[in-house]
C-alpha cells in the first residue's frame, strides 16, 4: 500500500469526521509512520482490519475534500499570499531606486512580515 501524503493534511483538516479507529488508524500509518502489523499489534485488530480502516477513512477524506475543497483552498490562499509577498519585495525593491519615506519601507516590510505569519499559518 503506497502511501499519499496529502492524506496526512486531509487528516488535519477532516480527521474529526472519522470514526475512532479510522483516525488512529491513519494517524498511526501516515504520521508515526507505522506498519500494518504495527498498528494491528497496538490497536488489538488484524491486520486486514487496519488495512480496511485505513483505505475507508482515506476515501472519506477524499470524499470530503472533493465535496468541500479545503485543502484546495487553502494552498489557492498561499498562493496568493506568496504572490502578494513578491510582488511586495519587488515594490520594494523599486522604491530603493528613487526618493521615498522610512514610513513606506516600514509599511512594506510590516506588510512582508505580515504575510510570512500568514504562511505560518497555512504551512
Do not use: P, W
Request: include cysteine.
Amino acid at each position: 500500500m503506497g502511501k499519499n501524503l496529502e492524506i496526512t493534511y486531509l487528516i488535519d483538516i477532516y480527521g474529526s469526521m472519522l470514526t475512532d479507529k479510522q483516525r488512529d488508524a491513519l494517524e498511526l500509518y501516515y504520521f508515526e509512520d507505522l506498519s500494518l502489523a504495527e498498528i494491528a499489534q497496538n490497536m488489538q485488530i488484524s491486520r486486514q482490519g487496519v488495512r480496511d480502516s485505513i483505505k475507508r477513512g482515506e476515501e472519506i477524506l477524499f470524499t470530503l475534500e472533493n465535496s468541500l475543497g479545503y485543502l484546495k483552498k487553502m494552498r489557492k490562499y498561499e498562493e496568493i499570499i506568496s504572490n502578494i509577498k513578491e510582488q511586495n519585495l519587488l515594490m520594494l525593491s523599486e522604491l530603493k531606486k528613487i526618493s521615498y519615506t522610512r514610513a513606506v519601507q516600514s509599511r512594506c516590510e510590516a506588510l512582508i512580515s505580515y504575510l510570512d505569519e500568514c504562511t505560518e499559518l497555512f504551512g
